[in-house]
């Protein structure tokens, strides 16, 4: 059969996995699994069977398999927080090696780029997204990783990852290229089918998107650094745990229509925005959920967030619930000054995660948040 498409690979996420043929995926609560003999236990293969729930659950196994297969890699990992993936992905540092990031990151890459800088000596370098050749320039004999997030958090720039991977690998194959796809989910974007060798996802977003859960996915290609994560994950333990992993897999039955319904809702409100006299600049990348915006006057950004009845002040984003944020107090808050300053992440800048209510219903929100 042809590579199926990304529907039906969501759609039936789970099933034909019971050994009792239910046919959505039965959620197992057991910390550990039963060996038939002692030969079977001496010949246990971790990648198949079960053991220990660290290791493996059936439900956490499903959602992996799901995820690698959306992603178009080879091994998938469930991990307990987006930020877990991220640890994950660093894993194969070493000291003396150099990371190179883009320089408009989840505010949280940039606190553990930082302690692995303090703690483990790792050169840490930034790039700021525009001539790919500035970034090939940074590249030294101790590159490792180079660190993409595209569109871009909170201010919605896309990079062109087949791009920057070709011209990376060209210099050095042995570089990874990581890219977290968080905001556009393997719905718009495949970094692997890009030349990525390695994606990461706060599945607390619009994997979840009913924001009722924490998790992180990491996919990878190459078969030798997937048995390095592998030994890493079952060792390190922020493994997801089968409750989640089975709310997860849930959740990404209906990935795909809730991804286009976020690009239509998006549209709507990007349009009214951009008439709208309070905001002067509006930030959108084309597809997707998430819009952010300037607006003139910092009286109207306290009018927003003090008055919104629709939509929630909250943090997070990617749910069926619209949310709004200010970076620069919340997400960006650790990032330093200057480089809030030179990113354009001011006091006026807001970030909205359009969810799925009636985008006629939220245009009025702020409309009324407004007066
Ligand atoms: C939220 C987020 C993270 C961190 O994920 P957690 O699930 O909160 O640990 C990483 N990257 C991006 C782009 C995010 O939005």
Not at 308 to 333: D, R
């Amino acid at each position: 059969m042809s590579k199926k498409s990304l529907e039906t690979i969501t759609s039936q996420a789970g099933n034909h996995l019971d050994d009792n043929k239910a046919v959505a995926l039965p959620l197992y609560f057991s910390s550990n699994y039963r060996h038939d003999s002692l030969e079977e236990a001496k010949q246990f293969n971790y990648h198949e069977g079960y053991t220990y729930s660290r290791v493996a659950t059936p439900n956490r196994r499903a959602l992996e398999k799901t995820m690698a297969e959306l992603e178009n890699g080879t091994e998938g990992f469930a991990l307990s927080s987006g930020m877990a993936a991220i640890q994950l992905a660093l894993s194969v540092l070493k000291t003396g090696d150099q990371l190179i990031s883009l320089d408009d990151l989840y505010g949280g890459d940039f606190r553990y780029f930082r302690y692995l800088e303090s703690h483990y000596n790792i050169q840490f370098d930034q790039w700021n997204g525009e001539k790919i050749a500035d970034l090939i320039a940074k590249i030294t004999p101790k590159t490792k990783i180079v660190w993409l997030e595209t569109p871009s958090n909170p201010t919605m720039k896309e990079l062109d990852i087949k791009e920057i991977a070709t011209k990376v690998h060209e210099k050095n194959p042995q570089i990874l290229v990581i890219v977290d796809n968080t905001f556009y989910s393997p719905i718009y974007q495949q970094p692997l089918t890009l030349g990525a060798d390695v994606v990461v996802h706060s599945a607390t977003k619009y994997l979840s998107g009913h924001n009722d859960l924490l998790g992180g996915i990491l996919v990878c290609k190459d078969q030798a650094l997937a048995e390095q994560y592998f030994d890493y994950y079952i060792t390190t333990g922020d493994t997801l745990d089968s409750f989640d992993s089975w709310l997860l897999l849930r959740s990404l039955k209906t990935l795909s229509i809730r991804m286009k319904q976020h690009t239509k809702n998006a549209k709507k409100i990007v349009k009214y925005l951009q008439g709208e006299k309070s905001v002067s600049k509006v930030l959108y990348p084309g597809k997707g959920g998430m819009v952010s915006f300037y607006l003139k006057d910092k009286q109207d950004v306290e009018k927003i967030l003090n008055n919104v009845k629709v939509i929630t002040f909250a943090e997070s984003l990617g749910g069926i619930e619209s949310l709004i944020t200010i970076p620069y107090y919340q997400t960006h808050a650790d990032v330093e000054e200057e480089q809030r300053k030179r990113l354009g992440i001011t006091p006026t800048l807001l970030r909205l995660s359009v969810g799925l209510e009636d985008a006629n219903d939220l245009i009025e929100d702020i409309k009324q948040a407004l007066k």
